[in-house]
C-alpha cells in the first residue's frame, strides 16, 4: 500500500503545508521526517490560519495519524505550547506519536545557534535561530539527547553532564556567556516526562506495520531540496536531508515502499536567509510578488527574497528526489503581469548550463538566461479546473510541465483549501 514522499522543490516556503492539508482526507499517517520548528506552514481551512512549526500538518485532518519521525529534531516546549494552542481552536491533537529516537533541541543548542550566528558576522548563514542546526550537529557528534532519554532520569543526567562539559566551556570561553547548570537543564526536561510518555512510541515500526496492514502513509518533508544539507546550497542550508531520500531514514521506511514522490513547487521563486538566488529580484517586480504573494516568513516574519521560476532548480529537484507529480503553487500572484520570465538555464563565464553547474563557485556566478511567457489578467482564484484557466495560465503550466520532467498533478490557484485545480489524483 502506498507510501507517498512530498517534498519542497526549491528553498521552502513552498506551500507543501496546504498540499498536506488537501491529501489529509485521503491518508491515514502524516509523518514528518526531517527538520524541526524551523519550519513554518500556513495552512487555511475556510478562512481560519493555521500556522504549523512542529506538528506535522496532517494534526488539523480528523482521523489522521500524525507522526513526528525519528530524524526530526524536537523543542519540547515549542511542541507543547504548539498542542495547547490547537486545543485550545478545537483541533483533536491526542492522535500525535512521537518517536522515541527523535533528538531534541535544548536550550544550550539554540543559544549556540544564535551566538554562533552572530560570531560568523558577514558570513553568517541566516538561520532561524532556533537551535537546529547544533541538535543535529550532537546527533552527529554522539552527544545528542533523544526523546526517550527523558524517560531515564540517570541516564537523562548523564548525557546532559557529558553534552555540558564541552558546551559550557564554549558558552563561557569563547561566547562569553554564562554557563549551564546540569540540574536546571535535566529538570526542565524531566518536568515534560509524563505528557510526553503516553505519545511516544516506536514509530517505524508503527509505519511499516500500517503499511503492511494496507494503510496509506504521507511522508510530508520540512524545508526543501536546495536546503538539504547535501543536495542543497551548502553551506546556506539547513541541517537535515529535506530531499526524498530523508525520508526512509527520517520515518524509518525502506525505500522500497516509496511509491509516489511529490514535489511542491512555487509558479516563481522565493528563499529566507543568505546564500545564492540566481533569479533574485532586487526591484519593483521583486516587491511585487513579496505583497502581491505575501511572502513573510510564518517562522521569523522576516521578508523572504523573490525571484522569477528556475527552471534549472525544478529539473534538479525531478532528478534528485525523483519526482512523479508536482503541485504547482500560487500561480494566482502572477495574475496581472504581461509577460513573466522564466529562467530556462544559466550563463556561467560565458557557457550555457541546462542543469545546475558542479560547484558552489560557478552557482554563485550564475546568470539566469530569460525566456518571456505571456502573463493574463483574468482572476485565478474560481478555477478549479484546467479549462476554467485564461490560455496564457495554461500555458504556464504547460511549460512548467515541460521543464521540470514531471507532471502537474495540481495547481494553487489561492491559499485556501478550495482554491486548488485538481488534475491527477495524487492518492
Ligand atoms: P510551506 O512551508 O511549504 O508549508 O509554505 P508556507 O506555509 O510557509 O508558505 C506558503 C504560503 O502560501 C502560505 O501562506 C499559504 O497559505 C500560501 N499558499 C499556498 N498555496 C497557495 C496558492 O496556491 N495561492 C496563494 N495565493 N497562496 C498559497
Ligand atoms: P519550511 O518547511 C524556508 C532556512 C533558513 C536559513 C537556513 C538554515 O517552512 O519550508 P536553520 O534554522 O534551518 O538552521 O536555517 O534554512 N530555512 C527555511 N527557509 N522555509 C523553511 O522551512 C526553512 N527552514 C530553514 O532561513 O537560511
Ligand atoms: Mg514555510
Redesign the pocket.
Known amino acids: 500500500m502506498p507510501a507517498i514522499v512530498l517534498v519542497?522543490a526549491q528553498w521552502?516556503?513552498?506551500?507543501?503545508?496546504?498540499?498536506?492539508d488537501l491529501l489529509g482526507d485521503r491518508v491515514d499517517f502524516v509523518v514528518k521526517f526531517n527538520g524541526g520548528n524551523n519550519?513554518?506552514?500556513?495552512?487555511?481551512i475556510e478562512g481560519e490560519?493555521y500556522a504549523l512549526h512542529l506538528l506535522p500538518?496532517g494534526i488539523l485532518t480528523p482521523g489522521v495519524v500524525p507522526v513526528i519521525g525519528n530524524g526530526v529534531v524536537v523543542d519540547l516546549e515549542v511542541l507543547f505550547d504548539e498542542l495547547t494552542q490547537l486545543a485550545a481552536r478545537g483541533i483533536d491533537v491526542s492522535r500525535l506519536v512521537v518517536s522515541a529516537n527523535a533528538h531534541l533541541v535544548l536550550s544550550y543548542n539554540r543559544t549556540l545557534d544564535r551566538v554562533a550566528e552572530r560570531f560568523l558576522g558577514s558570513r553568517k548563514i541566516g538561520t532561524t535561530g532556533r537551535g537546529i542546526g547544533p541538535a543535529y550537529a550532537d546527533k552527529m557528534n554522539r552527544v545528542g539527547i533523544r526523546v526517550q532519554d527523558v524517560f531515564d532520569a540517570s541516564i537523562l543526567r548523564q548525557k546532559v553532564e557529558g553534552a555540558l562539559d564541552l558546551k559550557n566551556q564554549l558558552l563561557v570561553k569563547v561566547y562569553n556567556r554564562r554557563a549551564l547548570s546540569v540540574d536546571a537543564v535535566v529538570d526542565e526536561l524531566l518536568a515534560y516526562a509524563d505528557r510526553l510518555r503516553p505519545m511516544v512510541a516506536d514509530t517505524s515500526r508503527l509505519l511499516t506495520d500500517a503499511l503492511d496492514a494496507g494503510r496509506t502513509v504521507l511522508l510530508e518533508g520540512?524545508q526543501?531540496t536546495l536546503l538539504d544539507v547535501d543536495h542543497g546550497t551548502y553551506p546556506f542550508v539547513t541541517s537535515s536531508n529535506a530531499t526524498a531520500g530523508g525520508a526512509c531514514t527520517g520515518a524509518g521506511i525502506p525505500p522500497t515502499r516509496i511509491d509516489r514522490v511529490i514535489a511542491?513547487t512555487k509558479a516563481y521563486t522565493t528563499r529566507v536567509g543568505e546564500g545564492p538566488f540566481p533569479t533574485e529580484l532586487h526591484d519593483a517586480a521583486g516587491q511585487r510578488l513579496r505583497e502581491v504573494?505575501?511572502e513573510f516568513?510564518?517562522t521569523t516574519g522576516r521578508p523572504r527574497r523573490c525571484g522569477w521560476f528556475d527552471a534549472p532548480i525544478a529539473r534538479y529537484a525531478t532528478r534528485v528526489n525523483g519526482v512523479t507529480d508536482i503541485v504547482l503553487?500560487?500561480?494566482?500572484?502572477l495574475t496581472g503581469l504581461e509577460q513573466i520570465p522564466v529562467c530556462v538555464a544559466y550563463d556561467i563565464e560565458g557557457v550555457r548550463h541546462h542543469e545546475l553547474p558542479m560547484t558552489q563557485t560557478e552557482f554563485h556566478h550564475a546568470r539566469p538566461i530569460y525566456e518571456q511567457l505571456p502573463g493574463w489578467t483574468e482572476d485565478l482564484t474560481a478555477a478549479r479546473s484546467l479549462a476554467d484557466l485564461p490560455r496564457a495560465a495554461r500555458d504556464y503550466v504547460a511549460a512548467v510541465e515541460r521543464m521540470s520532467g514531471a507532471r502537474v498533478s495540481a495547481?494553487?490557484?489561492?491559499?485556501g483549501r478550495a482554491?486548488?485545480i485538481v488534475v491527477h489524483d495524487l492518492v
Open positions: 519542497g521552502g516556503d513552498e506551500g507543501k503545508g496546504k498540499a498536506t519550519a513554518g506552514h500556513t495552512v487555511v490560519r500538518s520540512g526543501a511542491v504573494g505575501g516568513g510564518t503553487t500560487k500561480l494566482d500572484v495547481v494553487g490557484v489561492g491559499a482554491e486548488t
